[in-house]
C-alpha cells in the first residue's frame, strides 16, 4: 500500500514554462486536495475534487488548473509558471464516508521556478 | 469563507515542560478540528482530532480541549520531549467538501 504519492518529488522551472504535478493514491478515497505551503502561511488550497470528473476552486486557485479523469490520480497543472508559484506543493487525500474526515497527505514536491 | 488564527507561531520549551497552542475560528458551522505535526522536509501527519459534538480528547501525552461558545480549541502537550519539535498546525472543517482550513502554523522548539 503506498498511500499517497506525487511525481516529480523536486522541480525547477523557468519562467513561463509549463508543467503537471501528479497526485496518486491507492486508498479508494473519492475526496482529493491540492494544497501549496510557503514559509509562514500554513497550508493554503489550490483546488479540490469531490469525485472523479469533478474540480472546484480553493481559496488560492489563479494560475493553476487540476483534472480529475481517474479516482485515483489528481493532477494540477501550471500553464505558465511564475516565480510567485514557487512553492511545496502537498497533495491530500480523504475518504469522506460517514463522518470520518482525516486527509492523508503526500510527500510533497518541491518546486522552484526562476 | 473559514478563517482560522494560530498563537504563538513559536514556542520554546524546556524538556519535561508543558506547551500549549491555541487556535480560534470564525464558521460556526465548522464540525472538525484537527491538529497536524510536520517534521522538517516532511508531509503533514495528524496527531489528534476533535469533533463539535466533544469538549476534551486525550491521547497519552497530547490533548485537544474544544470551546465551541468561544469558537476556540487548543493543543496540549505535557511532559514534552526533543522529538516533540516540529510545527504544528490547527485545521477547521465542515460542510460536506470536508476541506480543511489551516492555522499559519506554529513552531515548536523543545530543548533538552
Known amino acids: 500500500n503506498a498511500g499517497v504519492t506525487q511525481t516529480p518529488k523536486f522541480r525547477v522551472l523557468k519562467t513561463g514554462q509549463s508543467m503537471t504535478l501528479l497526485c496518486a493514491q491507492d486508498m479508494n478515497h473519492e475526496y482529493m486536495y491540492w494544497y501549496r505551503q510557503d514559509p509562514g502561511m500554513g497550508l493554503r488550497l489550490i483546488h479540490y475534487s469531490v469525485g472523479e470528473g469533478t474540480t472546484a476552486k480553493g481559496e488560492v486557485p489563479d494560475g493553476y488548473n487540476v483534472s480529475r479523469l481517474k479516482k485515483q490520480n489528481f493532477l494540477l497543472g501550471l500553464e505558465s509558471a511564475a516565480p510567485s508559484q514557487t512553492s511545496v506543493y502537498f497533495c491530500?487525500?480523504?475518504?469522506?464516508?460517514?463522518?470520518?474526515?482525516?486527509?492523508?497527505f503526500g510527500p510533497g514536491t518541491r518546486l522552484t521556478v526562476l | 469563507g473559514e478563517n482560522v488564527e494560530q498563537h504563538p507561531s513559536t514556542l520554546s520549551v524546556q524538556e519535561g515542560d508543558s506547551a500549549v497552542i491555541k487556535c480560534t475560528y470564525s464558521?460556526?458551522?465548522?464540525?472538525?478540528f484537527p491538529w497536524y505535526k510536520q517534521e522538517l522536509g516532511k508531509r503533514p501527519q495528524l496527531i489528534i482530532d476533535?469533533?463539535?459534538?466533544?469538549g476534551e480528547k486525550k491521547d497519552q501525552r497530547i490533548a485537544v480541549t474544544l470551546n465551541k461558545t468561544a469558537k476556540h480549541f487548543s493543543l496540549h502537550i505535557t511532559e514534552t520531549q526533543p522529538e516533540d519539535s516540529a510545527v504544528y498546525f490547527c485545521a477547521a472543517s465542515g460542510g460536506s467538501n470536508y476541506k480543511l482550513t489551516f492555522g499559519k502554523g506554529t513552531l515548536l522548539t523543545v530543548n533538552p
Open positions: 476533535i469533533r463539535s459534538n466533544v
Open positions: 491530500a487525500t480523504c475518504g469522506g464516508s460517514g463522518s470520518y474526515n482525516e486527509q492523508f
Open positions: 464558521d460556526s458551522a465548522s464540525n472538525y
